[in-house]
T-cell receptor, first 114, second 112 residues
Framework: DAGVIQSPRHEVTEMGQEVTLRCKPI?????LFWYRQTMMRGLELLIY????????DSGMPEDRFSAKMPNASFSTLKIQPSEPRDSAVYFC????????????FGPGTRLTVT | QKEVEQDPGPLSVPEGAIVSLNCTYS??????FMWYRQYSRKGPELLMY????GNKEDGRFTAQVDKSSKYISLFIRDSQPSDSATYLC????????????FGTGTRLQVTL
C-alpha cells in the first residue's frame, strides 16, 4: 500500500504567487482531510471531504484558501495569493469512512512563502 | 482557552527512563482520546487510543484518561532512542464525525 501521497514535498514561493498542493488518498478511503501545522498553533484542520463532498471548511483561514476534490483519488489545496504567514507544513490525511477513528497522514508539504 | 492544551517540551530523558506525557482538555463531550507519534519530517501516525475513561496498555505504552479532571496521559516504559519524536494528543467528539482536535505536541528526546 503506497499510503497517502502528497506533492510537492517542498515549495518555496514569493508572496503574491499562487500555490497548489496536491494529495492522493489511500485507495478505497472515502474521507479526506487537509491540515496545517505550525510551531505556534500546532496541527489545525482546514477542511474535510466525505465522498468528494466538502463537509466542513470552517478551518479555512480566509478566502485566499480553496480546496477541491474532483474525484476519489485526488484533492488540491490552493492558496492565492500566498502570504508569508501561510508558511507551514500542510498535511493531507484519509480514512476509510467518516466515522473511523484512525486517520492516515501523508508526509506533508513544507511551504515557505518569502 | 484552547480546547486541548499540551506542554510543548522539549523533554529529554535517558534511555530506560519512564516518560509521562500529558494533555488537558476543556470539552466534556469528547469521547475518544488518541496519541499520535510524529517523527521529524514525517506525518503523524496513530500510536493508540482509548474510549471514555480508564487505561489501555500496548507493550511499553500505556494511555490513561481521567474524564473527571479532563486529563489524559501517555506513559512510556523503558524508553528507547527510537521513541524520540513529537507526541500529539488528539481528541474526538463522535458527534462531529472524524473531526480531531490536536494538542500542539510534546517533543521527546531519549538519549543514550
Amino acid at each position: 500500500d503506497a499510503g497517502v501521497i502528497q506533492s510537492p514535498r517542498h515549495e518555496v514561493t514569493e508572496m503574491g504567487q499562487e500555490v497548489t498542493l496536491r494529495c492522493k488518498p489511500i485507495s478505497g478511503h472515502n474521507s479526506l482531510f487537509w491540515y496545517r501545522q505550525t510551531m505556534m498553533r500546532g496541527l489545525e484542520l482546514l477542511i474535510y471531504f466525505n465522498n468528494n463532498v466538502p463537509i466542513d471548511d470552517s478551518g479555512m483561514p480566509e478566502d485566499r484558501f480553496s480546496a477541491k476534490m474532483p474525484n476519489a483519488s485526488f484533492s488540491t489545496l490552493k492558496i492565492q495569493p500566498s502570504e508569508p504567514r501561510d508558511s507551514a507544513v500542510y498535511f493531507c490525511a484519509s480514512t476509510p469512512s467518516w466515522d473511523m477513528i484512525e486517520q492516515y497522514f501523508g508526509p506533508g508539504t513544507r511551504l515557505t512563502v518569502t | 482557552q484552547k480546547e486541548v492544551e499540551q506542554d510543548p517540551g522539549p523533554l529529554s530523558v535517558p534511555e530506560g527512563a519512564i516518560v509521562s506525557l500529558n494533555c488537558t482538555y476543556s470539552n466534556s463531550a469528547f469521547q475518544y482520546f488518541m496519541w499520535y507519534r510524529q517523527y521529524s519530517r514525517k506525518g503523524p501516525e496513530l500510536l493508540m487510543y482509548t474510549y471514555s475513561s480508564g487505561n489501555k496498555e500496548d507493550g511499553r505504552f500505556t494511555a490513561q484518561v481521567d474524564k473527571s479532571s479532563k486529563y489524559i496521559s501517555l506513559f512510556i516504559r523503558d524508553s528507547q532512542p527510537s521513541d524520540s519524536a513529537t507526541y500529539l494528543c488528539a481528541i474526538l467528539n463522535t458527534g462531529t464525525a472524524s473531526k480531531l482536535t490536536f494538542g500542539t505536541g510534546t517533543r521527546l528526546q531519549v538519549t543514550l
